[in-house]
């Protein structure tokens, strides 16, 4: 988590004004308006179909909203006038290329290498040499504590371990913010605390982050500000100890509620 001080000083490197997405006759997203400070993490918790999901695929352009307007630094997409064709496939993926993504899946190439899985983004879509993207993608699986494993297959790696790469497949396209869609979600109990850990870790090096998360007190320790989302609009935001620490929302202290005291 940022020092509090550093977090004022900072610039906004996300800015999230009046997003609207819908599905069909469902509308999903119904106006999210937030802020993200360079090397802070924002966490998104809620319900099942609150929207938080949508609002990460959309600063990823996964999803593309509406209306609304995304800027990651200064790449800024106003959603309500995208061009067609060509130029709005250039306009939106320019924001594109500003995050990488960690899904829930760990959604690796499973006839490569860990290392090929790494190096894929970096040479084929950024046109890096491949010497280059090999060093990087050794010092980030060290980094990730995966360093002996750039030979193995996925099949050959446990859960934990492949979400471990997908985190450092992310990194490998050096992005200006990492975006995790509930990374512990698929793997079982006993492997989700190795991968916090590395999210954890990247926090504190001062990686800027979005996280949706159903893990409460992962979010407590790592969120600088925590987002509460129902029905496709925030509830509530705030830091961490406010949110989930003193809820002022009704809303928000129900579902914590039943999240930390199911019984």
Known sequence: MTDTT????????????????SFGDHKVLRGIDFESRRG??????????????????????LDTPER?????????VDFSRVPAGKAGRRETG????????????????????????????????????????????????????????????PFQLSGGQQQRVGIARALALKPRVVLFDEPTSSLDP????????????????????????????????????VLFLDGGVIVEKGPSAQVIGDPREERTRRFLKRVLDPG
């Open 40 to 61: 802070t993490s924002t966490v998104l918790l809620g319900p099942s179909g609150s929207g938080k999901t949508t609002v990460l695929r959309s600063l990823n352009v």
């Open 6 to 21: 550093e977090q004022q000083t900072e610039p906004a490197r996300i800015r999230v004004h009046g997003l609207e997405k």
């Open 68 to 76: 609304g307007v995304i800027a990651i630094d200064d790449v800024e």
């Open 190 to 225: 006993e492997l989700v605390g190795e991968v916090l850990a590395v999210i954890k870790d990247l926090a504190a090096e001062g990686w800027t982050t979005v996280i949706v998360t159903h893990e409460i007190r992962f979010a407590e320790q790592v969120a600088d500000q």
């Open 94 to 153: 320019r924001l594109r290329a500003q995050s990488g993504m960690v899904f829930q899946a760990h959604n690796l190439f499973p006839h490569r290498t860990v290392l090929e899985n790494l190096i894929e983004g970096p040479v084929i879509a950024q046109q890096r040499p491949r010497e280059e993207a090999v060093a990087e993608a050794r010092a980030l699986l060290d980094q990730v504590g995966l360093g002996d494993r750039a030979d193995s297959y």
